[in-house]
Nanobody, 126 residues
Framework: QVQLVESGGGLVQPGGSLRLSCEASGFDLDYYTIGWFRQVPGQEREGVSCISAIDASAYYADSLKGRFTISKDNAQNTIYLQLRSLNSEDPAVYYC???????????????????WGQGTQVTVSS
């Protein structure tokens, strides 16, 4: 059974950084496409980043390139999202996602994933 458990969210000042973690179980990180979404209440979920199972490359939403970094640690079965230079547009619930489908390259950023974590809240405030 696929399970995803996020942690690491919290309150950070504008310009600050956070590292989100997602503990994965029930599947092999090498053979699943994994990623992160975020959602602001009242708005649609937004694809943030993903790592393709086809070529292990990382992909990002264009508006977030350079500030966010996705990574994974297969030995720890953990997926990370490093957030930098946080601003007023970044507060949201951040969700870890996974899917066993071989999703075509960059389309993994906005793919309709089968498995979702419960989310972790990121708040940006001075």
């Amino acid at each position: 059974q696929v399970q995803l458990v996020e942690s690491g969210g919290g309150l950070v000042q504008p310009g600050g950084s956070l590292r989100l973690s997602c503990e994965a179980s029930g599947f092999d990180l090498d053979y699943y496409t994994i990623g992160w979404f975020r959602q602001v209440p009242g708005q649609e979920r937004e694809g943030v980043s993903c790592i393709s199972a086809i070529d292990a490359s990382a992909y990002y939403a264009d508006s977030l390139k350079g500030r966010f970094t996705i990574s994974k640690d297969n030995a720890q079965n953990t997926i990370y999202l490093q957030l930098r230079s946080l601003n007023s547009e970044d507060p949201a619930v951040y969700y870890c996602v996974a899917d066993g489908t071989f999703i075509r390259f960059g389309t993994c950023v906005t793919y309709d994933y089968a498995h979702w974590g419960q989310g972790t809240q990121v708040t940006v405030s001075s």
